[in-house]
């Protein structure tokens, strides 16, 4: 069993366990304030300790600037100190990065998740000069997110090497689903001056990758099973068995929030759930009837077993 004593650290204002938030929408396609703050009070009532608002699962490329921060002022005001939020202020265009890391440091956040550029596909080079930038324009923390199957970008090991050198940089969000490649992230980053650290970010992959020196998760499916999720963290240094079996039981609700595009699956099951969710907006489209009724068919053995 893992020694308690040295289990990886999170770095400050990003916990362990992190959810993915959704944003609410109202039937009309506007930002529902009032539900991202219930949502909030849920999720941090349920076992997350992080809230990330305007990632991939918050529908950020059709967020609105001004819409980010009305939905980051509510769900900052709800939580209160029961967690901390973290923001994406990640894009394909630099200077709009570099505006909404600003902002959210204006705002308060305790720290930025910044996405690969995606459709562009810099180079690895040009991914050194990217973050660079937008770490020195802050004091935040910042934390990388790679998940090359949105964004036909990723981030090679010996790019890690250096932008973990950079005091800021705290970690990556990890969606690669190569776990050969998170340990060699790992192993490359080790001891490196400030800590650098990595949070799985795919939920079919967390037990795998807390296993090997993950600090912790970025999930969807904790809208669902936070408890499940939270638990299953902190089981992994003492028993491994019952990581497993927290693990195991919820794999088939991992895989069924990614059968139609994320999030319109999630967004179903909460609506049907009563939880604040809404619609997706376009491009993307509501789940299936037969989508959200399979989701929630994984959900019925988990929340029975409670």
């Known amino acids: 069993m893992m020694n308690e004593a040295t289990w990886n650290v999170p770095p400050p204002g990003v916990g362990r366990a992190v959810t993915a938030m959704v944003s609410p929408f109202k039937q009309d396609g506007s930002l529902d304030v009032e539900g991202g703050a219930k949502l909030a009070d849920h999720l941090v009532n349920n076992g997350t300790d992080t809230i ?164 912790g998760v970025v999930s969807v499916s904790a809208h669902l099973v936070g408890p499940e999720i939270a638990a299953m963290i902190d089981a992994l240094p003492h028993d491994l068995v019952r990581a497993q079996d927290l693990h195991v039981r919820c794999m088939r609700l991992h895989r069924s929030l990614f059968q139609e595009t994320s999030p319109a699956p999630l967004k179903g099951a909460l609506n049907a759930l009563g939880l604040p969710a809404g619609p997706v907006r376009p491009p993307i489209m509501d789940a299936l009837p037969d989508t959200v009724s399979d989701v929630l068919s994984a959900l019925e053995p988990i929340e029975a077993s409670r």
């Not at 209160?80 to 570099?98: M, Y």
């Not at 930025?112 to 040009?126: A, I, K």
């Open 52 to 215: 990330l608002i305007n990632g991939t699962t918050g529908e950020s490329p059709t967020v609105h600037f001004e819409e980010t921060w009305e939905l980051y002022r509510a769900v900052r005001n709800s939580i209160g100190d029961r967690g901390t939020v973290i923001v994406g202020t990640g894009s394909n265009d630099l200077t709009k990065t570099l505006a909404a890391t600003e902002r959210a440091e204006e705002e308060g956040a305790d720290a930025v998740l910044v996405v690969t550029p995606y459709y562009n596909r810099p180079s690895q080079r040009m991914l050194v000069h990217y973050y660079r930038t937008v770490a020195e324009s802050t004091s935040l923390p910042v934390v990388l997110y790679d998940v090359p199957s949105r964004t036909g970008c990723t981030i090679e090991v010996p790019t890690y090497v250096q932008l973990a050198a950079i005091p800021n940089i705290v970690g990556v969000k990890d969606a690669t689903g190569n776990i050969g490649k998170a340990g060699d992230i790992l192993a490359a980053t080790r001891g490196t001056h400030g800590g650098f650290v990595l949070w799985s970010g795919s939920d079919e992959m967390n037990l795998p990758l807390l296993a090997i020196g993950a600090v």
